[in-house]
């Protein structure tokens, strides 16, 4: 997109990077028990060179500034950790201890920015944990610096919103995440050198403790460890469930990742729910009546501070027109009649959002964020007819192949589209000589060519990560991932969502003529769930009325999970029709976490 771009010249945002840095993880590698290493921040010190033709040197400058890793402090008593994970760890100094916010993706990174901080602010104990919002990134390492056995705070709603995905969406989303962050891609000048957001996403050991003390209200006022904390409710903007929180002994600000240093995504590329802009915007223009004027400095859980009463309350604003502005002009065009994709191909923001750096596509894209907007009101259909039944793609290609000539044809054309810098075309054609002869070889690196020439060219860092992960599957096959959701997440469902992740494991048409009913007995929830499997449909409803079950099984939370991760029924108690177990064992199909994305 041309406009008035942001000044090269400037360099405040590597200033604001750099200030307050106490101290380095140095070396920049964090192992886990085994030693295998789970996040390396010194595999990105090629950033420091110059942008190579392999990479948009606006990425590239992101990327730079991500990149950056160890202790900073913020303001009196207030540090974060950076550069460790895709997030900010941040630590605010109590009475007694130390209050911990987003402990990161894993424990072994929250462990060692944690021992970071001790090694030059002393051996304080954490005395509580705040959990912003209810992403991973911001709760996964809370293993690493507690047990539980302090106030952890959350906004009402966390952890049902916390691991709905998991339940729900979990293998589907997670296959898309790799595309997402590159976390298979070589790191490097011709592979993976960032999201935007942050560097990549570490691969340590997920956790997940359930908070204890809940925020259900703009307002309200709690007080950790002699911490004086305010909070603002913010639900439907970058997360489901999320907040920020004001220090008024600090007059700082955290923002959470409702403000960051790039265009955040309405909806995100690895698959997410449509977030609303419009109250996104909103919520920021109450931030800044709430607390931007009494602020001296603003945080988030990504990226660097902004200091300064006057700078913060900018960067507030701007932030607040980007979202409201993507809404509203993307309503405006969609009611004179564009669809989505001609509404992202046509909307440019205005000068003055455009020459800020902040406003830049890293993360969420213009692009993408229109369509999404678009999404969230009108749905898949764009009213055309023509779109309303269309063939699937392997059947679609193959009916363009034999059109176009056959797949020699494609190829001879798709060449000439990408000889005059139509790569986007050349892809298109190139996707469907793979999906009509997903075995020819000369297609595959045809299309592998032009992925990595998009990525090569892109602002936006999932972007790349999406074009040079398509581009490695093609000539590469697609990569052996494991199955399971992790016990640290698992123990942390309920037993309405163990059983919702049953449901939709159930393969439909194997269950068609099964019909039977299942109590589970509970000893430690003193409660009773039925499952009923009728129709394809396996349905749960808790203490049963009416009806009497073909078998009851007596258990505990424990036992149920252990059965699910298929370690047997030991310690269980039958009534009943044992054999109505395996038959509903039977009927469940196992997740593809390695599904194929770029060929059929």
Not at 69 to 95: A, K
Not at 316 to 322: I, P
Not at 406 to 427: H, I, N, P, Y
Not at 586 to 592: A, N
């Amino acid at each position: 997109m041309t406009g008035h771009g942001p000044d090269h010249s400037d360099d405040t945002d590597f200033a604001n990077a750099e200030r307050g840095l106490v101290a380095r993880l140095s070396p920049g590698q964090v192992r886990d028990a085994d030693g295998r290493v789970v996040w390396d921040a010194d595999a990105y010190a090629f950033l420091q060179g110059e942008c190579p033709d392999t990479a948009n040197p606006s990425l590239w400058r992101q990327s730079q500034l991500c990149a950056k890793q160890g202790l900073f402090e913020v303001t009196e008593g207030i540090y974060q950790v950076r550069g460790l994970d895709l997030s900010n760890m941040t630590l605010v100094e109590g009475d007694q201890g130390v209050l911990v916010i987003d402990p990161l993706i894993s424990a072994e990174p929250a462990r060692a920015g944690l021992d970071l901080y001790r090694e030059h602010r002393g051996n304080r104990a954490v005395s509580g944990v705040i959990y912003s919002h209810s992403h991973v990134d911001h709760f996964g390492g809370v293993g690493g610096v507690t047990d539980g056995t302090v106030p952890i705070l959350a906004p009402v709603g966390f952890l049902e919103n916390a691991v709905a995905e998991n339940v729900h969406a979990g293998p589907a989303m997670a296959r898309r995440n790799l595309f997402h962050t590159g976390s298979r891609l070589e790191v490097g000048p011709r592979g993976q050198i960032g999201v935007g957001l942050g560097q990549t996403r570490s691969m340590g050991t997920v956790t997940l403790i359930a908070p204890n003390r809940e925020i259900t209200r703009t307002g309200q006022e709690e007080v950790v460890d002699g911490v004086r904390i305010v909070f603002q409710m913010t639900p439907g903007t970058e997360a489901p469930t999320e907040m920020n929180f004001y220090f008024p002994d600090h007059r700082a600000l955290c923002m959470a990742e409702n403000v960051t240093h790039n265009l955040h995504n309405i909806l995100t590329l690895r698959g997410a729910q449509v977030r609303d802009a419009r109250v996104w915007s909103r919520y920021l223009d109450e931030s800044v009546e709430l607390f931007g004027y009494e602020s001296d400095v603003l945080f988030a859980s990504h990226h660097w501070p902004t200091w300064g009463t006057e700078k913060l309350v900018e960067l507030l604003c701007q932030q607040r027109d980007m979202y409201a502005y993507l809404h509203d002009q993307t309503l405006r065009l969609m009611n004179r009649g564009w669809v989505g994709a001609e509404i992202a191909e046509q909307l440019r923001m205005p000068p003055g959002l455009e020459r800020e750096w902040h406003t830049r596509g890293y993360y969420g894209s213009v692009n993408h964020n229109v369509k999404a907007i678009y999404q969230r009101y009108m749905g898949w259909f764009d009213g055309n007819p023509a779109h309303l039944w269309e063939h699937p793609p392997e059947e679609a290609a193959l009916r363009y192949v034999e059109c176009m000539g056959g797949v020699d044809e494609v190829l001879s054309r798709a060449a000439e589209f990408r000889d005059r810098g139509d790569l986007r075309f050349a892809a298109t054609l190139l996707n469907h000589a793979v999906f009509a002869e997903p075995g020819d070889e000369r297609a595959r690196e045809a299309l592998a060519g032009v992925y990595e020439r998009l990525g090569f060219g892109s602002e936006n860092g999932t972007w790349r990560n999406f074009y040079l992960q398509g581009a490695a599957e093609l000539r590469q096959g697609r990569p052996d991932l494991p199955s399971n959701l992790g016990t640290g997440m698992a123990a942390a469902l309920s037993v309405d969502q163990l059983f919702e992740s049953l449901a939709i494991r159930v393969n439909g048409p194997r269950a068609w003529d099964e019909r039977f009913a299942v109590d589970w007995v509970f000893t430690d929830l003193d409660t009773t769930y039925r499952t009923t499997l009728s129709n394809g449909a396996l349905t749960t409803r808790e203490k049963p009325r009416r009806g009497e079950p073909g078998l009851t099984v007596t258990l505990n939370k424990f036992r149920l999970l252990r059965l699910l991760a298929g370690k047997g029924t030991e310690g269980m108690a039958f009534a009943g029709d044992a054999e109505l177990l395996d038959r509903l064992l039977g009927v469940l199909d196992r997740p593809d976490p390695s599904f194929d994305i770029v060929t059929p």
